[in-house]
């Protein structure tokens, strides 16, 4: 279940040439695709603001025309993943008994993953045309190799929060042009793969943690008795560990150079990241204040707080009337490329929500063995549970969905709902730094020249091992404290 996403870059219209002034059909306007998914984020925010207001509802029964109209283009394995779900939703219904409440959980479960993207990539669309935001990461990424991996690490984190996958394709591409300045092929190599593996295990670190982050957003809502307000702490220690772990052993195996590489000078200065600080204040203040104050999900918050971020971003950059004008193609042309995307996490939602349904019948009597074993023994084997899925192609959010219905309660398991999102999310991270299967390292390899599974492997399978036995004992320990 490969997927990538793309970080959309503007260029200059090019002058149509005789006979072929119509743009291509991928390149067409969709604006009914665009408000359909805009229609299907205001819904899921609403079902958070105002349950009464029967939005939940109207969100999953929109989910169908959203997940038709995405479809429309498609080809080839994309288009697979609607005809895994068609068929999954008829095997429920020959299964009998309460089906239609298993679709309706699974179309309830597609449409936050599709509103959450949404939301999401009007801070993507936002910052693609911010100077500030390519001076800062062209000071990361031109630091002194005494500090580069720590000051890429620290940036790809910040960058994580407010782009999401697009922070490894900026921070990578302005790493790569950064690395080519340097004439020895020897140092350019290891220059190059020491700055992309800062950036994609900055990137994994923050997973755990970020309120922005689909492992949050995802184990969070499927643990109600996890609320991010208690989570947010113990999570900030694994992406410590995460983060930490890159870090150490990147200064313990420094690669031994022929000759001494040739120093220059950062452009700019330290006030070139206060834009990013700024933001990040700006991004996370309000969303922690609307989670306590009002009592409501961290992501519900999100979804209302990041879409007014980025218009608050675009006004300062265009102006209203330039504003009004980004918004539309943002509606009639930007959403509709992130059809591949979109299309592969809506339908994985569903696939495991309402796929589980079919499997429960079938694992019942293996219950009462997965509640015999000790909390922490399960807690530890889910740590590993997404990492190895993930190297056969299960994508994180389908491999999590489809398991936790299965699972016993926390309380069943002897854990408690904080200690299972630890282990989750935990293991979440791990597979976001070896699958070739997930957008991390599709990127990373992309931007060196090597395939998804060698740098998932090759470059991170040592580094992996030593991150999953600290995250496992991590996860173990908190189980048995908490």
């Known amino acids: 279940m490969a997927f990538q996403f793309r970080f959309p870059v ?20 969709e604006p009914l695709l665009g408000m359909a998914l805009v229609t299907l984020t205001l819904c899921v925010t ?17 989910v169908p025309v959203v997940v038709a109209l995405l479809a429309w283009r498609l080809r080839g394995r994309r288009l ?14 020959a299964q009998g008994g309460d089906w239609t409440a298993r679709v309706l959980a699974g179309f309830g479960s597609a449409a936050f993953i599709g509103a959450f ?29 005494g500090r580069r991996y720590l000051a890429l690490t620290l940036g ?24 080519e300045r340097e004439p020895d092929p020897e140092i350019r190599f290891h220059r190059t793969r020491r700055m992309l593996l800062a950036i994609q295990r900055g990137f994994v670190s923050v997973l755990p943690w970020s309120p922005l982050s689909f492992s949050v957003a995802i184990t969070g809502a499927l643990l109600p008795g996890a609320p991010y307000k208690s989570t947010v702490l113990p999570a900030m220690v694994t992406g410590l560990i995460v983060a930490g772990t890159g870090w150490a052993m990147d200064q313990i195996f420094k690669p031994k150079l022929s000759r001494t590489p040739v120093r220059h000078a950062p452009e700019g200065g330290p006030k070139a990241v206060l834009p990013l600080v700024l933001l990040l204040a700006l991004l996370g203040l309000p969303v922690w204040l609307l989670h306590v104050a009002f009592e409501v999900r961290v992501v519900g918050a999100v979804l209302l707080v990041v879409p007014l971020l980025a218009l608050g971003w675009v006004l300062l950059q265009e102006g209203p009337r330039g504003a009004l004008a980004r918004a539309g193609r943002y509606t009639a042309r930007e959403l509709p490329r992130y059809r591949p995307e979109l299309t592969l996490l809506m ?14 019948p079938h694992v019942a009597e293996f219950a009462p063995l997965i509640e015999a074993l000790p909390g922490p023994l399960i807690l530890g084997l889910l740590v590993w549970f997404i990492p190895v899925t993930g190297q056969v192609g ?3 959010i389908l491999a999590v969905t489809l398991l936790f219905p299965l699972l016993p309660s926390p309380e069943a398991m002897g854990v408690s709902p904080v200690a299972l999102f630890i ?16 957008a991390t390292t599709l990127l990373t390899g992309n931007f060196a020249g090597k395939s998804a599974l060698h740098v998932g492997l090759k470059w991170n399978g040592a580094y992996a091992l030593v991150t999953g036995v600290l995250l496992t004992l991590w996860a173990v320990g908190f189980g048995l404290w908490s």
Not at 80 to 93: D, E, H, Q, S, Y
Not at 119 to 137: D, F, M, V
Not at 157 to 177: E, K, T
Not at 347 to 359: K, S
Request: with cysteine; hydrophobic share 55%.
């Open 10 to 29: 503007r260029r200059a219209a090019r002058p149509a040439r005789a006979g072929h002034d119509a743009p291509p059909a991928a390149m067409r306007p």
């Open 46 to 62: 609403l079902k958070d603001w105002a349950p009464a207001t029967g939005a939940g509802r109207a969100a999953a029964l929109l």
């Open 80 to 93: 697979g993943f609607v005809v895994v779900a068609l068929l999954v939703t008829a095997a429920l219904w």
């Open 117 to 145: 993207f949404v939301a999401l990539a009007t801070l993507r669309s936002a910052a693609e045309t911010s100077p500030a935001i390519r001076a800062c990461g062209q000071y990361l990424a031109a630091q002194p190799p």
């Open 156 to 179: 790809g984190q910040a960058f994580s929060v407010l782009l999401n996958y697009g922070s490894i394709a900026l921070l990578g591409s302005l790493s790569v042009a950064s690395s």
């Open 347 to 360: 339908m994985a939602g569903y696939i495991g929500t309402a796929g589980a349904g079919l499997l429960a």
């Open 394 to 396: 299960m994508n994180p």
């Open 423 to 438: 282990a989750i999310t935990a293991g979440w991270a791990i597979s976001g730094i070896t699958s070739p299967f997930t």
